[in-house]
T-cell receptor
Framework: DIVMTQTPLSSPVTLGQPASISCRSS???????????LSWLQQRPGQPPRLLVH???NRFSGVPDRFSGSGAGTDFTLKISRVETEDVGIYYC?????????FGPGTKLEI | QVQLQESGPGLVKSSETLSLTCGVP?????????WGWIRQAPGKGLEWIGA???????FYTPSLKSRVTFSLDTSRNQISLKLTSVTAADTAVYYC???????RGQGTPVTVSS
């Protein structure tokens, strides 16, 4: 299985300031169809996980544009341009290039 | 928007079989995609259990493969999970979802008691 790692595992942030989370995969996530199936999810306290970004950089429906994803191959980044109170939670990267899909360990974002 | 809804017993005794179902209203499985289950133990991260495609193709996380069975009922638009020989380590919130997480349920908590 592809192993996903994230850094940092915990990130204190300041409201209104940018934040960044890194995700690395144990092998390239470039699929034979030319797409890279790397997603980012947000899980607020007590809530189910919510899809933010799919295929590395595509924001999911209803996701604010302060969230952006980038990367290629084995290295990926989620950026929040200006952190808001509602962004507190745990962020997971997930690969679905190879089955079974696998998650990173999560990054806790706290104000 | 497809609203998935899990249902299950809430409490299962150790060594017994956990059975969960998930309704997928308004979506035809004939359109493809894998549909399956993710779980999250208390205070822990997310873990794919596995999923099933309308063609019958499945994938599993290796550590659970020997205890898991999936089924997909196209007439009821429903997927099901059976997890045998449960232990306290199977206590978790179980989510049903499409493999890309475009659609997922709110989750159903399962506690394994001794």
């Amino acid at each position: 299985d592809i192993v996903m790692t994230q850094t940092p595992l915990s990130s204190p942030v300041t409201l209104g300031q940018p934040a960044s989370i890194s995700c690395r995969s144990s092998q390239s996530l470039l699929h034979s169809d030319g797409k890279t199936y790397l997603s980012w999810l947000q899980q607020r306290p007590g809530q189910p996980p919510r899809l933010l970004v799919h295929e590395t950089s595509n924001r999911f429906s209803g996701v604010p544009d302060r969230f952006s994803g980038s990367g290629a191959g084995t290295d990926f980044t989620l950026k929040i341009s200006r952190v808001e109170t509602e962004d507190v939670g745990i962020y997971y990267c997930m690969q679905a290039t190879e089955f079974p899909p696998t998650f990173g360990p999560g990054t806790k974002l706290e104000i | 928007q497809v609203q998935l809804q899990e249902s299950g017993p809430g409490l299962v005794k150790s060594s017994e079989t956990l059975s969960l179902t998930c309704g997928v209203p308004g979506y035809s499985f004939k359109r493809g995609s894998y549909w399956g289950w993710i779980r999250q133990a208390p205070g822990k991260g997310l873990e794919w259990i596995g999923a099933i495609h309308q063609t019958g193709s499945t994938f599993y996380t290796p550590s659970l493969k020997s205890r898991v069975t999936f089924s997909l009922d196209t007439s009821r638009n429903q997927i099901s999970l059976k997890l045998t020989s449960v232990t306290a380590a199977d206590t978790a919130v179980y989510y049903c979802a499409r493999h890309d997480l475009f659609f997922r349920g709110q989750g159903t908590p399962v506690t394994v008691s001794s």
